[in-house]
């Protein structure tokens, strides 16, 4: 497949619109569309939200976006880490720490919608470093 019909670049950007509109803020991808391309079939981006402002909670986030196969289907989800002046959050039942999963349900080619967040232990520690907003 070439770089021009690649629909991964493509699914990338609605997949982050679609999830903008979800949580009613801008999402920025914060590395270049072509990292995030993942051998011939997956990928993998890092997406954050805008950096923590004002004096009170400061609130801010970073996730992981990515699509694999899974059993020849396409299984896509965003793993979000969020920070309050710029400490990650997790909550009280998960002491390794916590990260907030959304699958999304529906075609990457046509459209689809994300489904109910929901907090999740990093049982592993594959998430450890993002420990601070900006980090990565």
Not at 75 to 102: C, K, M, Q, W
Not at 130 to 135: E, I, K, L, M, Q
């Amino acid at each position: 497949m070439s770089d021009r019909d690649d629909p991964r670049p493509r699914w990338i950007i609605r997949l982050i619109a679609e999830l903008s509109t979800l949580l009613q803020e801008q999402i920025s991808l914060a590395e270049p569309i072509e990292k995030c391309l993942v051998g011939e079939d997956a990928f993998s981006c890092r997406i954050r939200s805008s950096p923590p402002q004002g004096k009170g909670f400061r609130l801010c986030w970073e996730g992981v976006l990515g699509m694999e196969p899974i059993d020849g289907k396409p299984h896509t989800s965003v793993s979000l880490f969020l920070y309050s002046r710029n400490r990650r959050l997790a909550t009280s039942d998960h002491p390794e720490g916590s990260v907030l999963e959304i699958d999304y349900e529906g075609s990457l080619e046509h459209g689809g919608r994300w489904g109910t967040p929901q907090w999740l232990p990093d049982e592993f520690g594959e998430y450890l470093t993002y420990d601070s907003y900006g980090d990565r």
